[in-house]
């Protein structure tokens, strides 16, 4: 990892590891710096370590899940898997998932993360999490509720900070911040 790499990562490791009681941690790096790699080796760490055992991480594109899937976690080889048409496989450790992909507007009785038990994810990493997780009544924030005994990570190049959306709200303050600037 780079240098600032390795600051978010050390930070996010080491705030999970004292577990104070908040489970939910922001990123902010600009674009083009790498926050798909530092989630990966925050992932690798605690995994491998034990500290967390089944892990999704949440995009909100296809071109990001297959970007992802085939570049920094393909590491994770069959320890991983993309979730696709709504089809629920428990045999992994490491899921890759659309939030599109997980949800269904038109029945909540749809909903593919139901699936899954509540505590069945110890880590949800959450990629341009100023999107729609943001909106305290989204649809995607849903997922993030649903898995409320996970720890969440967001990851976002442009937190939101407006009356109706909060980067900052929900994943409280950055741990680690790398700007455009500093890029």
């Known amino acids: 990892p780079r240098y600032y790499q390795q600051i978010a990562i050390n930070r996010t490791v080491e705030a999970i590891a004292r577990n104070e009681g908040n489970n ?5 790096m600009a674009t083009g710096t790498g926050k798909t790699y530092t989630a990966f080796q925050i992932i690798y760490r605690l995994w491998k370590s034990g500290q967390k055992k089944r892990i999704l991480f949440l995009a909100d594109r296809t071109a990001l899940i297959d970007q992802t899937i085939r570049g920094d976690f393909r590491h994770f ?14 045999a ?7 939030y599109q992909g997980l949800s269904d507007n ?13 505590d069945f ?8 999490c100023h999107r729609g997780s ?3 009544d989204s ?12 720890t969440h990570i967001g990851l976002t190049a442009t937190p939101k900070e407006t009356k ?20």
């Open 92 to 98: 992994y450790n490491i899921y890759l998932a659309l």
């Open 106 to 118: 038109k029945s909540p009785d749809a909903d593919a993360y139901r699936q899954f038990s509540r």
């Open 134 to 136: 943001a909106r305290e």
């Open 139 to 150: 649809k995607w924030r849903e997922i993030l509720e649903y898995f409320q005994s996970a």
């Open 121 to 128: 994810f110890d880590l949800v990493i959450v990629d341009e």
């Open 77 to 90: 080889k069959e320890a991983a898997t993309v979730i696709k048409n709504k089809q629920i496989d428990t």
């Open 24 to 28: 939910r941690h922001l990123l902010v």
């Open 164 to 183: 109706e959306v909060s980067s900052s709200e929900y994943f409280g303050d950055p741990l680690y911040t790398y700007s455009l600037k500093q890029g």
